[in-house]
């Protein structure tokens, strides 16, 4: 039922800004936790930031500070604006989404929608 798309991302010097968004269709957002997860090459999967159903945001420490999550449940679009970019920021991002009943999951694998993916490139 969740169908997710990203887009916004691009190559940005250090210190720059990008905006990411997501689309979901097939679903309420306001019935779920959205997250933002990014995957560089070679490492690890890592949840960066969720915000729940009642719009609570959790950041990684790897970003807070410098990235801002947000939502619209009218408009179901997620968005992840990203500032004071660094290269080790570049990775592939991903709109991901989880139906849970206790807080918003930690661990990518909490997830069980996704995205596509967009690839941000620091350089």
């Known amino acids: 039922h969740v169908q997710l798309v990203e887009s916004g991302g691009g190559s940005v010097q250090a210190g720059g800004s990008l905006r990411l968004s997501c689309a979901g269709s097939?679903?309420?957002?306001?019935?779920?936790?959205m997250g933002w997860v990014r995957q560089a090459p070679g490492k690890e999967r890592e949840v960066i930031a969720n915000i729940d159903s009642d719009g609570r945001t959790i950041y990684a420490d790897s970003v807070k500070g410098r990235f801002t999550i947000s939502k619209d449940n009218h408009k179901n679009t997620l968005d992840l604006q990203m500032n004071s970019l660094k290269p080790e920021d570049t990775a592939m991002y991903y709109c991901a989404a989880a139906l849970t009943l206790g807080p918003c999951p930690k661990v990518w694998y909490g997830y069980g929608g996704w995205g596509q993916g967009t690839q941000v490139t620091v350089s």
């Open positions: 097939g679903y309420s957002f306001t019935s779920y936790c």
